[in-house]
């Protein structure tokens, strides 16, 4: 048997995909088709596409190939580091496929899965290699095929090796076991409609020891361990030409991450980067995402394991979250605050004088919806955000914390409550500024994810 990296587990399939010169048509309307591409697909199809672009070697088992479908998926992997020998041909079956039209921003697929699964005496997948999953460093798994997908998350439990599995239930096993759970906001959706988010994450992250990532394509991810308040990621700004098969690098990314003993922030940068990478060309099979590539997107060399504040698989600091609940309660700000925030902002030193800070939040305050938020502890103000909206993107502002509670976590809580606002408002995007010189200030908002933007240059002008 071949050595791996990576053993994959799950559905493969040869995809027709046509690119559209514009958005996909409404009914009984007419749209050119541009190009025409016809290429390996399916969740662990093109997941073995982006892992051997990244230099990964892979072992693909799962659903049988057939007639239609062997020669061809054979043929693309013939010179590649994936090998096919655990895979089954079936020459009474025709195979998989599937045919998806793509614009810049969606991919619209059709296919012939349901009958696949229908005759339940004709079972056209392999069951799992034992061997194989003791072999690799990591497993990526697809929870297509029952009983033999939750085998191999037992095979991998039993062997302590790490796999990484997309959209399972909160409550199932197969999620239970994982090192890392993806979940795209699609199946969020239909698996969990009209409930809040920040619920279904609290679920997910209750429901497992490992890593859990919720995908939002370009508003980004939330991501958690252990712990019901999320993490957020935004996305990186590319230059899209087509997102098929996004999803599929993302997971991609992130059991190459894992098999490189990537911590949990650099897991979900990676990941974003990679997913990022393949949405810059179409289509991902005629040129996969490269490290090279990722690292430009991400603008990072990703030599380590682990950051270098960080050599923990948790992505927030051990707050007692409880306790900092009791202490200081979040509130939107009032103008009977004035005198308070005013004080505040002059301890912390973002103060500007009393007369135009006061002018400042009385202008805010005409207009807030919400963001402009305010922490006590008993009678004591403690913390200050003016988060604002100006219709295209969030923005904080004069973010402070008494001195006397830096280090404690209370700022991270202040954000987290600002960023929970915008967020259920719609509003996914945020940007903020700070001096070159607040070294202190940059190590925060780094530590949160927030994003550098090394294009953009500030400019003032008094009038």
């Known amino acids: 048997m071949s050595a791996c990296d990576v053993y994959l587990y799950g559905m493969t399939l040869m995809t027709t995909s046509h690119r559209l010169g514009s958005d996909f048509p409404e009914p009984d309307n007419y749209c050119e088709i541009i190009e025409t591409h016809r290429f390996p697909g399916g969740e662990s199809g093109t997941c073995a596409v982006v892992l051997d672009g990244l230099g990964a070697a892979v072992l693909l088992d799962g659903n049988f190939l057939g007639r239609s479908t062997n020669d061809e998926v054979a043929a693309y992997f013939a010179s590649s580091s994936v090998s096919l020998e655990l895979m089954t041909y079936d020459p009474a079956f025709d195979g998989l496929e599937d045919l998806v039209f793509v614009d810049q921003n969606s991919r619209t697929a059709f296919g012939r899965f349901e009958g696949f699964y229908e005759d339940e005496s004709t079972r056209r997948w392999n069951n799992p290699n034992e061997a194989a999953i003791a072999r690799a460093d990591v497993v990526g798994l697809d929870p297509f095929f029952f009983e033999e997908s939750l085998e191999v998350a037992h095979l991998c439990h039993e062997h302590s090796v790490s796999y990484v599995v997309v959209d399972c239930p909160a409550d199932s096993e197969l999620h239970r076991l994982s090192e890392v759970t993806v979940l795209s906001s699609e199946y969020l959706r239909s698996q969990y409609p009209g409930q809040s988010i920040e619920v279904v994450f609290d679920a997910y992250v209750r429901g497992t020891s490992g890593l859990v990532i919720f995908t939002f394509g370009p508003d980004g991810v939330w991501y958690g361990r252990a712990e019901p308040r999320p993490q957020r990621f935004p996305s990186y700004e590319v230059e899209v030409q087509s997102t098929l098969g996004a999803g599929d690098a993302f997971k991609a990314g992130a059991i190459y991450a894992l098999s490189r003993g990537m911590d949990d922030r650099t897991l979900v940068r990676f990941a974003s980067a990679t997913a990022a990478a393949a949405c810059m060309s179409y289509p991902i099979a005629e040129n996969p995402p490269t490290l090279e590539r990722v690292r430009d997107v991400a603008g990072e060399p990703f030599d380590g394991g682990t950051d270098t504040d960080s050599n923990s698989v948790l992505v927030r600091p051990e707050v007692d979250d409880a306790n900092e609940a009791q ?80 280090g404690g976590g209370l700022g991270r809580a202040l954000v987290a409550e600002v960023e929970r606002r915008f967020f259920e408002s719609g509003i996914t995007k945020l940007r903020l500024s700070v001096w070159d010189e607040n070294v202190g200030a940059l190590s925060f908002w780094r530590e949160l994810d927030y994003v550098e933007l090394p294009d953009i240059h500030y400019f003032t002008k008094d009038l």
């Not at 509130?331 to 605050?337: F, G, K, L, T, V």
């Not at 100006?390 to 004069?398: E, I, L, N, Q, S």
């Open 327 to 406: 202490r200081a309660a979040f509130r939107s700000a009032a103008a009977a605050d004035t005198r308070a925030i005013c004080a505040l902002w002059a301890e912390a030193g973002v103060g500007a004088g009393f007369e135009i800070d006061s002018q400042e939040i009385a202008e805010r305050l005409k207009n807030d919806d919400g963001f402009f938020v305010v922490g006590e502890r008993g009678d004591r103000m403690v913390a200050v955000a003016m988060g604002c909206y100006d219709d295209h993107r969030g923005w904080m502002k004069r973010v402070a914390v008494d001195p006397s509670e830096k």
